[in-house]
């Protein structure tokens, strides 16, 4: 464990997460709410037209009705689901576009935080009919990897990776109080903060998973314990790509990809729950250690039991879906061949049932899947 004081620098803006279940055995909102929370189809094409898939990120509304930030070409783009079909409209248009995050307050208002621009980490809010944009801070390489989540106020806190020459691997966090943006650095111990990923808990306290490059990308924890960061390592080795939530008794859950051959991409889908000090970890798929957990993603139901949406990149090409019962881990197959799964994002509505917004690599697709 390490610990970091806090370091909180203000910049004026110019504008206008369950019961038990560990695995070891326990916007939106528009039109009526009569209106079906999903398309009739079980998997269905909200976009044919995204073309180069960089990223997707899904928030569910009041009514869990599912919205989705992506980006189609170089343009920021957002779907919601009325009720009756898809309302698609361009957020921020005309420069390169990547590592989208959407987050939804008790408001249902959509919230994104996003790598774009001149290397800049973006903001954009939806304010009634239209998009309000932002740069957060275009001071370096910043915002390739962020994170972004909705306190009980409705504000945002995004947590982003800093690859500037002169802050090279840095882990920021900032947040939005009032119309002032506090900055606080949560580690500068080399580089660190790759693949970030944010929750916050009831209390709106913070908790970041990340990936450090010192030496190798091991999987890292940190939480904001009043003003100091305290850090706790999650699994040793080689990992790619990290998710992130947080239940409802405070108990982080993470999902992370377990590197085999790091140079080639190998490995496989694992989890951790943080038990006390320390993280219980456990293998989730390991079926060909062949690109298994790829771009992961975590959520976790009202009885706080962790769902993981990931991709299969070779033997076979999946998409698959791995869901903790209280007692063993159900996977099961969402979609088949080239390119399934790429970029996923996963969602649980109040009843339980599994979300999952994702691409097909194959042919630029952006497509919804529900349970």
């Not at 999903?38 to 995204?50: F, K, L, Y």
Request: charged residues 15%; negative net charge; hydrophobic residues 35%.
């Amino acid at each position: 464990m390490r610990l970091y004081i806090a370091i909180c620098i203000c910049f004026a803006i110019s504008f206008s997460l369950m019961g038990c279940g560990n695995p070891t055995g326990g916007g939106g909102g528009w039109g009526s709410s009569s209106l079906p929370a999903n398309p009739p189809d079980h998997i269905s094409t909200v976009d044919a037209t995204a073309g180069l898939a960089i990223d997707s990120s899904l928030a569910l509304d009041s009514k869990g009705r599912p919205n989705i930030a992506y980006n189609r070409g170089s343009d920021l783009m957002y779907a919601a689901w009325t009720g009756t079909k898809w309302v698609i409209s361009t957020v921020d248009a005309g420069g390169l576009v990547g590592d989208i995050s959407l987050a939804l307050g008790s408001n249902n208002i959509p919230q994104i935080s996003y790598y774009g621009g001149d290397n800049d980490l973006k903001y954009a809010k939806r304010n009634s009919s239209s998009w309000s944009v932002q740069t957060i801070t275009s001071e370096g390489l910043v915002g390739r990897y962020n994170s972004i989540a909705i306190d009980k106020n409705n504000n945002p806190h995004i947590a982003y990776y800093d690859s500037t020459l002169t802050n090279a691997g840095d882990l920021i966090y900032v947040r939005l109080n009032g119309a002032t943006w506090e900055f606080s650095l949560i580690t500068a111990e080399g580089d660190e903060g790759r693949g970030v990923s944010l929750a916050l808990d009831k209390n709106n306290k913070p908790h970041v998973v990340y990936l450090d490059g010192t030496p190798i990308f091991r999987t890292m924890y940190a939480s904001l314990e009043g003003s100091t960061w305290v850090f706790t390592e999650v699994d040793t080795d080689t990992h790619q790509d990290c998710s992130i939530k947080i239940d409802s008794i405070g108990t982080p859950h993470i999902s992370y990809m377990k590197d085999t051959d790091f140079a080639l991409g190998y490995g496989f889908l694992k989890y951790a729950y943080k038990s006390g000090s320390t993280f219980n970890t456990s293998t989730i798929d390991a079926t060909s250690s062949i690109y298994v957990g790829r771009y992961n993603s975590i959520a976790v139901d009202g009885n706080n039991r962790p769902h993981i949406s990931y991709c299969n990149k070779l033997n076979p090409k999946s998409f698959k879906l791995a869901e903790f019962n209280g007692t063993t881990w159900n996977i099961s197959t969402i979609e088949t061949g080239a390119g399934a799964g790429y970029y996923s994002s996963i969602a649980v509505d109040s009843s339980g049932a599994v979300r999952m917004s994702y691409f097909n690599d194959a042919n630029g697709d952006l497509k919804y899947y529900w349970k």
